[in-house]
């Protein structure tokens, strides 16, 4: 699906539409929710199992969700240019789109004895017609990350910068994008330089089971059973400041 915005254009400022894809606590929430299973055991004691074992998962997903969001420049080799990694979701940044991934347990149907299994779900985000000219990233944080995977030390990543926003240039013809975590939301900006029209600005969704615009005018894309939503945009200028 392509969705385009209403043509304006502003001749003496430029032009902030803010778009927030989707609240990543309602996320981790349903994803609690489908881990709370567990092997055969006494009624009661399963019963409490389960109410110690979800409170825990649920302090900890609540820390977790607190935490700062954060972009990495994405590992050599790929066509993905940044990442941001939270709770149980995953965004990779290439020039041309933005890709989320959202990650669960879920218990195979008609097994009710069955472990969970990992279910993942995927939704692209594509710039219709716009690729950038430069992705960069901005406001480097204190923390950094190491990935020690393997046993090839040669391809151990160490020392990974976090940054707090991924910034496109000329996405489209005056038009650039910055990505970035407001709370528990990932939003992006368009900035639009003065003069030109927003209309340039077109998004495609690839990979959703269906597309829907609810009664606020917010986007929700169904993905299994899972929904995202995208907000409806916020547009408003900064003038002299």
Known sequence: MRTTLHTLTFKRAALIIS?????????????????????????????????????AKQRVISQLAKQPTHFEAAPAGSNTKFVAHGVNYGMWLADDGMTLTLSGMKKPAGDTNARPELETATLRVGFAGGKAVKVEADGQQSAKSNYFIGSDPKKWRTDVAHYDRVKYDELWPGVDAVVYGNGEQLEYDFIVAPGVSVDTIALKFDGADKLEFAANGDLVATIGERQVTQHAPVIYQEIAG
Not at 26 to 42: E, G, Y
């Open 19 to 55: 778009l927030a894809l989707f609240t990543l606590s309602l996320v981790a929430s349903s994803v609690i929710r489908r881990q709370t299973s567990h092997p055969p055991v006494a009624q009661d004691s399963m019963e409490s199992s389960i109410v110690a074992n979800a409170a």
